[in-house]
């Protein structure tokens, strides 16, 4: 028996459940991980899968242990994106920990078969992010060929440009500037810096 946990043997199922609004019910997402045989279920209310630092994903991730499973109903419940997911799959399995989706059966790290699959997986969104990578640059660098520069627009026009270098001549700070223009001071430090 494991003596930090009560209860708890090694290789133990820890079960995670989320819900994105507080007025949803979670007890069947809970009674379902309990089935899979979870020694204990963490619960997060009204909590985005986008977030990581959920206060009841952060409690769990801190419980589990290496050898130890995390059951979770579907993988939306603790990530969501795919890359997230693939992240997060990965930080558990360096730590030794196991992952099992109850309505996604292809996600169950505990069978040679799922952390092959997963591994796949993991290759292909690699891949796919790498791949938008390359052609954002690409188009990046096409764009700057044609005298286009890519981005958000500078708030930054040539009347205050101007005041800027006027007030700044005159000893003001970048933050006072920044204030009287309505712009940020690292809007007008880089606006400075081009223009020296």
């Not at 979670?26 to 985005?48: I, P």
Request: a positive charge.
């Amino acid at each position: 028996m494991r003596t930090d946990r009560a209860g708890a043997t090694e290789g133990a199922v820890v079960g995670y459940a989320r819900v994105s609004t507080r007025e949803q019910d979670v007890s069947a997402q809970e009674a379902e991980l309990v089935r899979a045989g979870a020694v204990r279920v963490f619960v997060d209310h009204g909590e985005s899968s986008r977030v990581r630092d959920r206060p009841q994903w952060l409690a769990c991730l801190e419980y589990l242990r290496m050898g130890d499973t995390l059951v979770v109903r579907r993988l939306d419940r603790i990530a969501g994106s795919e890359r997230m997911a693939i992240e997060t799959i990965g930080e558990l399995h360096e730590r030794g920990v196991n992952i099992k989706s109850l309505t996604e059966p292809e996600i169950d790290t505990t069978t040679a078969m799922g952390r092959a699959l997963f591994g796949i997986v993991a290759v292909f969104a690699q891949l796919r992010v790498d791949t938008i990578r390359e052609n954002t640059l690409r188009g990046l660098a096409h764009a700057r060929a044609q005298g286009r520069v890519g981005g958000r627009p500078t708030v930054m026009t040539p009347e205050r440009v101007a005041a800027a270098k006027r007030m700044r001549e005159q000893g003001d700070s970048l933050a006072h500037i920044a204030r009287v223009l309505g712009v940020g001071a690292s809007s007008v430090s880089r606006a400075l810096s081009r223009e020296q």
